[in-house]
């Protein structure tokens, strides 16, 4: 029998948090525009072609989440994503997929045994 389990253990609170945060497609474009490096929130706004307000709102629940950070900039705000929650929320659901897939073989491999 093959076995597959994960080491770590999943924290669902902060799978849902994370996913949460990632539910709309405005903060997922976001994101994937921070995954080439830091932006200037003036720089986000002109390339999602959005409002300010609107822009601010989905990078507070990207902060909130931990997803990303700021900084201030003589009277800018940069944004950039933090590393250590991008790791974080990959090997949440890199565990959850490895007992997913864990459980997945268990049927199968019973299923075969009970055959005829």
């Given at each position: 029998?093959?076995?597959?389990?994960?080491?770590?253990t999943?924290?669902?609170?902060?799978?849902?948090?994370?996913?949460?945060a990632?539910?709309?497609?405005?903060?997922?474009?976001?994101?994937?525009?921070?995954?080439?490096?830091?932006?200037?929130?003036?720089?986000?706004?002109?390339?999602?072609?959005?409002?300010?307000?609107?822009?601010?709102?989905?990078?507070?629940?990207?902060?909130?989440?931990?997803?990303?950070?700021?900084?201030?900039?003589?009277?800018?705000?940069?944004?950039?994503?933090?590393?250590?929650?991008?790791a974080?929320?990959?090997?949440?659901?890199?565990?959850?997929?490895?007992?997913?897939?864990?459980?997945?073989?268990?049927?199968?491999?019973?299923?075969?045994?009970?055959?005829?």
């Amino acid at each position: 029998m093959i076995s597959l389990v994960a080491t770590a253990t999943l924290d669902v609170p902060r799978i849902a948090q994370l996913c949460n945060a990632l539910a709309d497609e405005a903060r997922v474009e976001i994101v994937a525009r921070l995954l080439d490096g830091e932006k200037c929130v003036c720089d986000l706004t002109d390339a999602l072609e959005t409002g300010q307000s609107r822009l601010s709102y989905h990078l507070k629940v990207l902060k909130d989440a931990g997803l990303v950070s700021e900084r201030a900039v003589g009277t800018r705000r940069v944004y950039r994503l933090n590393p250590t929650a991008v790791a974080a929320l990959r090997d949440q659901l890199d565990t959850f997929w490895q007992r997913a897939l864990a459980s997945y073989v268990d049927v199968a491999e019973r299923a075969t045994e009970e055959s005829p």
